[in-house]
């Protein structure tokens, strides 16, 4: 009978563990639906990008406020989970505070009065977000994609980070033989009065908030594939795999190039055979009008994002009311993987067309047209998304597919197509300008 | 702009058998917009003033390919590019200086793996590169003491990291630099990129370069300097939208340091 606890413990860290693997495999396999794409090159800089962007959170402080806080939450958590460590040995093995057993109390106190500090600082931080999220309501929270669940989802997250983080104070409080050896309860000692010295129930209010405490970060970890909150785990292979071009560097479609050079090459012969081999191949799809014809980066960046909303803020598009919010394409984008994922999973491993597409039934025409292609969304991603990446595909699946530009674009490129500028002057009188006056 | 402009062609550079230290990219925008093609007739006389060997296409240059490639087209920016390479390779080009940013950035990033390598560098990069150099000086007197705020390019700022050279340019002429609210990488576009330049707006309650604009009138400038002709023409007509074409000049770096010796 006495191992029951262990046992217990066992099967619900096997579970927590196992179903949140089991979302993990399912988001890889949704990521590879989309387009292969080569980020072998510059290891040394991505490597380098990963550090400084998501380790080292450079480009969170850029707004201070929110950049601080956000940092104090970031520590927490990461140092915090130290002590998970500790539960779990624990719970296996049926010890109480191993690391008391193991450590030098000097060093273990030290550690858990860290803990204690970061775990106040977290409280404040995120007490802080919530007033900024429902109290201040910063208008990048008020978004129109930011209601029903996105907004619920942030709010959601901030109470499991209050409860965790009281559970921890909680049961170091009413834990008699830590509150005795008196080093690292830094905190928790001026809470302990509140729970009074009758030994039993302490012994309970102790235990329930160290299981509480487990479990709940069991389930904050299964939350993670349904929440925004994902982007803990993938700022790190989407700074990684961001891009390390120039900003203004927009890809070269290689199928346009093949495609244009045929078309140059007076040598040419465009009624001939396809090389061998290669007959069995559709024809390229120009550009994205669904989740699939989006490369992997693409598709991981859209479950990196956590809806922070600075890249909106700073659109020019959306500050002068337009339609166009860089985060809505980033939601949009990941709302329909999932969609077509779940399609995928009731349909045994294969998708059934569903009569729908990111194109549409997600984004619109609107939207898209919208962009300045200024940039200022990438500039503002703190963890190196790329919004305008996936609008330029759009744009082409639009114009390339289904010539379905804005009449005045349409015009424009006539121009260009007949006399080599946007406006209809001819290209003999490109030097006129040297001779007026 | 009285006195007599130098501009050789690569053809008349060719029939004489040499080769010009630097091409000059004029771009559609500067060869038939009228507002442009007085940046770039500034440009050639900073360029005549420091004795730069330089040249044009003329009527073999053609678009970049820019603005379809952003609305979209992909196909036709490809063909420009060609084309374009065709010609830039035939005459060995090896340098390219452009007074705007959109076809700076691309001739620099998108055309290479097309087949075109040039160092390419846009005009305030040059004339700072001038000034550097000792070959080109300016005045100081003509702006002096008056409040100049630089309006960033996306093209050049963001995306591809050049916030320096413009302002290094525009602190020679002695003016009062000011910055806007959102400068350098946090700076507003001015609305005419990614094609808006040939739509009109999508709905919405303001349009971008009034917005712009706006930020610009916070700092009580004197002239709002640009580096690219989009920018001017948009920030121009803010400045319309605002009733303040009395009081404020929109001008491009190379007209301002054109006017300064």
């Keep these: 009978m006495e191992y029951i606890p262990n046992i217990l413990f066992a099967i619900i860290l096997v579970l927590g563990i196992g179903y949140f693997a089991r979302n993990v495999k399912r988001l890889i396999r949704n990521i590879k639906l989309g387009r292969e794409v080569d980020t072998s090159d510059n290891t040394s800089e991505r490597w380098r990008n990963m550090i400084r962007i998501a380790l080292g959170q450079s480009k969170m402080v850029k707004r201070p406020v929110a950049g601080i806080l956000h940092i104090i939450v970031y520590i927490g958590f990461v140092i915090i989970n130290i002590e998970v460590l500790e539960i779990i040995i624990d719970g296996i093995f049926g010890t109480h505070r191993i690391g008391l057993t193991v450590l030098p109390e000097s060093v273990y106190g030290f550690l858990i009065g860290a803990f204690e500090v970061l775990a106040v600082l977290v409280l404040l931080a995120v007490i802080v977000f919530w007033t900024r999220r429902n109290v201040v309501k910063l208008k990048r929270f008020l978004s129109a994609e930011m209601t029903g669940w996105p907004k619920n ?13 009281c559970l921890f104070l909680v049961m170091n409080a009413t834990d008699t033989t830590f509150q005795e050896a008196n080093s690292g309860n830094i905190i928790s000692q001026f809470i302990a009065p509140w729970f009074g010295d009758n030994a039993d129930t302490l012994v309970i209010i102790e235990r329930t908030a160290w299981w509480l405490h487990i479990i709940g970060i069991l389930i904050f970890l299964n939350y993670l594939y349904f929440s925004k909150h994902l982007h803990i785990l993938l700022a790190f292979p989407n700074t990684y795999y961001g891009s390390v071009e120039p900003k203004g560097k927009f890809n070269n479609l290689e199928a346009v190039t093949n495609e244009v050079k045929l078309m140059m090459d007076p040598n040419a012969d465009p009624f001939a055979a396809a090389p061998e081999g290669t007959e069995e191949e559709e024809p390229a799809k120009f550009g994205a009008s669904d989740v699939m014809d989006l490369n992997r980066v693409q598709l991981l960046s859209a479950y990196t994002c956590t809806e922070c909303g600075r890249c909106t803020s700073a659109c020019p598009a959306n500050l002068t009311g337009k339609k166009l919010s860089p985060r809505k394409i980033m939601m949009d984008t990941r709302d329909r993987l999932e969609e077509v994922g779940k399609n995928i999973d009731a349909n045994g491993g294969e998708f059934k067309d569903d009569g729908k597409q990111l194109l549409g039934d997600y984004i619109t025409n609107e939207e898209l047209w919208a962009c300045t292609t200024c940039n200022a969304c990438v ?7 790329n919004p305008l990446s996936i609008i330029l595909d759009m744009r082409r699946y639009l114009v390339m597919e289904q010539s379905a530009a804005p009449m005045e674009l349409n015009n424009m490129m006539t121009n260009i197509e007949n006399n080599g500028a946007p406006w209809p002057y001819n ?11 | 702009m009285s006195e007599q402009l130098n501009v050789p062609t690569m053809e008349q550079y060719m029939a004489e058998g040499k080769q010009p230290e630097i091409l000059f990219w004029v771009g559609s925008a500067g060869s038939y917009d009228d507002r442009a093609k007085k940046i770039t007739k500034a440009f050639v006389k900073i360029l005549n003033k420091a004795n730069v060997d330089f040249a044009v ?17 992909e196909f036709l920016f490809q063909m420009q590019a060609m084309m374009n390479i065709e010609v830039l390779n035939a005459y060995e080009v090896k340098r390219i200086v452009t007074c705007d940013p959109h076809s700076f950035n691309c001739l620099k990033n998108e055309y290479p793996s097309l087949g075109g390598n040039y160092d390419v560098i846009h005009h305030t990069q040059f004339i700072k590169e001038l000034m550097s150099s000792g070959r080109l000086s300016t005045e100081g007197q003509t702006y002096k003491g008056k409040r100049i705020t630089f309006h960033d390019p996306c093209y050049l700022g963001r995306a591809n990291n050049e916030y320096d050279a413009p302002r290094d340019v525009l602190k020679t002429t002695n003016a009062t630099l000011t910055e806007m609210k ?10 005419a990129g990614g094609a808006q330049m040939f739509k009109e707006p999508e709905k919405g309650d303001m349009d971008i370069n009034v917005l712009r604009t706006k930020d610009a009138l916070e700092t009580k400038p004197d002239i709002i300097a640009t580096g690219c002709p989009y920018c001017n023409t948009m920030m121009s007509d803010g400045v319309k939208f605002n009733e303040k074409e009395g009081e404020i000049q929109v001008l491009d770096i190379a007209e301002l340091i054109a006017n300064d010796q």
């Design chain 1, 427 to 437: 290209q003999m009188d490109r030097l006129n300008w040297a001779k007026e006056e």
């Design chain 1, 153 to 165: 989802d942030g709010n959601i997250i901030l109470y499991f980070e209050v409860v965790l983080m």
């Design chain 1, 379 to 385: 500039e503002e991603c703190p963890v190196s998304i």
């Design chain 2, 57 to 73: 296409l003329g009527a073999e240059e053609s678009n970049t390919g820019d603005v379809a490639k952003r609305a979209g087209n």
């Design chain 2, 182 to 191: 959102r400068h350098k990488s946090t700076a507003l576009c001015c609305g």
